[in-house]
């Protein structure tokens, strides 16, 4: 398939409809896809390959497209087993077939493979170009994202930008729905989201190109409105809120910090607030650092445990610590029947992380709301919206 009319570059790349959990970590019910490329001209190169998986598709796809001819070159942009478990396949089937990689990429073939395939590996730096006829591909060194050895390519003659696992998202092809940012902003914050600053690096870099298409290694093939999904990523790599609005995220033993977490979002919808809610025991907590990231307050609702906070509360934190959560307001609700601890050991998890600034008023419910903590989750609610 070209990925559009008269291009010499075709989508190769497949669906995976049964995957359960991508990484072994993140619920993906719509499926996912890994992108491959092939350009053809005088020298045929193809971009990347596919997850284990998918082996067997994708080698077939391969020689559709080649119908007896031979690759000339492998580019290789990063070398996760999602895009590489074919790399060794290739090679062994195509003895002419040389790898194109950065330096670092080079350096941890072996790790993979068991071999550095010396003397078919071409490493390229930034700036360097590679003649393919007609086209040639530019590469653009992009390190850690999302992994040290990430390179990206853009192919002058048809303009478009080989972007590795940026743009990328949760979902196959054939689930593909118009909502690109949902799924696209949980890829994001979720596995790319630690390294925001490399991003930027690569915006900048990109700003400096004329990009007509963007070819991820998942989700779809962007087009057009480009500008769109940039400024999405410019506005998630600077740490910068989507929107304007609360989350509000709650961990609850008996359903009581449940109860004062539900009023909360009622007290501020009613203030005319945008409000997202989630249960820390029972949502996807990809979704919930999604959320956190995405709105520009969080309310944080926990039941004081061990001396400490529910550890579903505690995990979480932890887990927007891992991604470099920053530049929000974050307001806190406690429950604690006889020493609430929650409150506490929130904020000393919340201290260590940058721009993060801690609302005055906390709420300190025992054991079930009353008019006095009513009061106070209203008095957060002002506090929350001033
Ligand atoms: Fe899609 Fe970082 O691998």
């Given amino acids: 398939m070209k990925i559009k ?130 086209h040639t591909l530019q590469f653009i060194m992009a390190p850690m994202v999302h992994w040290p050895e990430v390179m990206v390519s853009y192919e002058q003659s048809e303009k478009v930008l080989f972007a590795a696992d940026a743009f990328g998202k949760f979902g196959a092809l054939c689930n593909e729905t118009d909502d690109w940012a949902c799924e696209a902003r949980r890829y994001y914050f979720n596995i790319v989201g630690k390294y925001g600053n490399p991003v930027q690096t690569l915006l900048k870099k990109a700003a400096a190109l004329d990009i007509q298409t963007i070819c991820p290694l998942h989700g779809p093939i962007l087009k057009e409105n480009l500008g769109y999904y940039i400024d999405l990523y410019q506005t998630w790599s600077s740490y910068q ?94 429950n604690g029947t006889w020493a609430p601890s929650a409150a506490r050991t929130m904020r000393a998890l919340l201290e260590p992380l940058k721009e993060i600034t801690i609302v005055d008023t906390v709420v300190t419910i025992k054991t079930s709301l009353t008019t006095d903590s009513r009061a106070a989750l209203k008095l957060l609610a002002d506090e929350l919206t001033r």
């Fill in 5 to 134: 009319e008269n291009s010499a570059i075709q989508y190769i790349g497949c669906d995976d409809t049964d995957l359960d959990l991508f990484e072994n970590q993140y619920v993906v019910p719509e499926g996912m896809a890994y992108n491959s490329y092939l350009i053809d001209d005088d020298k045929i190169a193809v971009t990347d390959t596919v997850d284990a998986r998918k082996s067997n598709e994708w080698q077939t796809n391969l020689k559709a497209v080649l119908n007896g001819r031979h690759p000339d070159y492998l580019v290789v942009h990063h070398l996760e087993p999602d895009h590489s478990a074919n790399i060794g396949w290739v090679m062994e089937t195509f003895a002419d077939c040389k790898i194109v990689c950065s330096a670092k990429a080079a350096a941890f073939l072996p790790q993979f493979f068991g071999t550095d395939f010396a003397g078919r590996v071409l490493t390229v730096k930034e700036g360097d170009t590679l003649s393919l006829g007609t």
């Fill in 241 to 334: 809120p989507e929107t304007k609005g609360v989350f509000i995220a709650y961990a609850s033993l008996h359903g009581n910090t449940a109860k004062a977490a539900e009023e909360l979002a009622v007290m501020l919808e009613a203030k005319g607030e945008k409000v997202a809610i989630s249960d820390l025991s029972r949502a996807d907590i990809a979704e919930c650092v999604e959320d956190a990231f995405r709105y520009d307050r969080m309310v944080l609702c926990a039941s004081s445990y061990d001396g400490g906070v529910m550890p579903l509360m505690r995990d979480f934190i932890n887990h927007l610590s891992d991604k470099t959560y920053q530049k929000r307001t974050v307001a806190l609700v406690e």
